[in-house]
């Protein structure tokens, strides 16, 4: 099966950086998303890891070790319109690519 | 980008009565649709997967018998909750994975999600 640890809840203040950690555990790990999810929406997505290292894209950035079965979601410059869930998933090989997600950060930035 | 539309986006049914939700991937072909189902402050939890032309994998613990799902053309994707009842409240949002060459970055799209309720 798959394990996937997120926090529960965060709060950081706006201009702030906050870093969102994830911790995964399956036997067919293909690749690392991360989602953004506001309340009553859909996720829409962030960022892809499949390889160690650092991705960049703007004011977010993700890092993957896949050795220690380990992620972060960096967000930079922190904005009140960040204040949302920020989902963890992890595509397992072994069941076709599936998707299976983390149970989620709740963000909030605060002035 | 690919989008993907859900219908209806919100819906209230009485308890007992069957609801359709619709799937649809307006700008690719999608041989492969998910369903979820997320619970207030939850995470998503995957229900099944619909293959196009086949039955649909449902997820331990998931009544393939209550959740009926038709994946009847490479972007239409249907998910029928039958005899629903109020615990079946729920957000179901699914998702389309574009038809791409084998090891290709295959992500998924979500669509808008639709918000059952169920008196």
């Known amino acids: 099966g798959q394990n996937i640890d997120q926090p529960t809840e965060m709060t950081a203040t706006e201009g702030a950086i906050v870093q969102i950690n994830c911790t995964y555990q399956t036997s067919g790990f293909n690749g690392l998303f991360w989602y953004q999810q506001h309340a009553g929406e859909a996720p829409t997505f962030l960022s892809y890891?499949?390889?160690?290292g650092l991705e960049e894209k703007g004011r977010f950035s993700s890092f993957l070790s896949r050795s220690k079965g380990y992620s972060y979601l960096l967000l930079k410059e922190l904005q009140m319109k960040d204040s949302a869930s920020y989902l963890c998933a992890v595509r397992d090989a072994n069941t076709g690519n599936q998707f299976y997600f983390g149970t989620g950060t709740s963000l909030t930035v605060i002035p | 980008g690919a989008v993907v539309s859900q219908h209806p986006s919100r819906v209230i049914c009485k308890s007992g009565t069957s609801v359709k939700i619709e799937c649809r991937s307006l700008?690719?072909?999608?041989?492969?649709m998910f369903w979820y189902r997320q619970f207030p402050k939850q995470s998503l939890m995957l229900m099944a997967t619909?293959?196009?032309?086949?039955?649909?994998?449902?997820e331990q613990g998931v009544e393939k018998d209550k959740f009926l799902i038709n994946h009847a053309s490479l972007t239409l994707s249907t998910l029928t909750v039958t005899s629903a009842h109020p615990e079946d409240s729920s957000f179901y949002i699914c998702?389309?994975?574009?038809?791409?060459?084998?090891?290709?970055?295959?992500?998924?799209?979500f669509g808008p999600g639709t918000r059952l309720t169920v008196l």
């Open positions: 890891n499949v390889l160690d």
């Open positions: 619909s293959n196009e032309g086949s039955k649909a994998t449902y």
């Open positions: 700008d690719f072909q999608a041989t492969t």
């Open positions: 998702s389309a994975r574009p038809y791409t060459l084998a090891g290709a970055n295959n992500e998924q799209f």
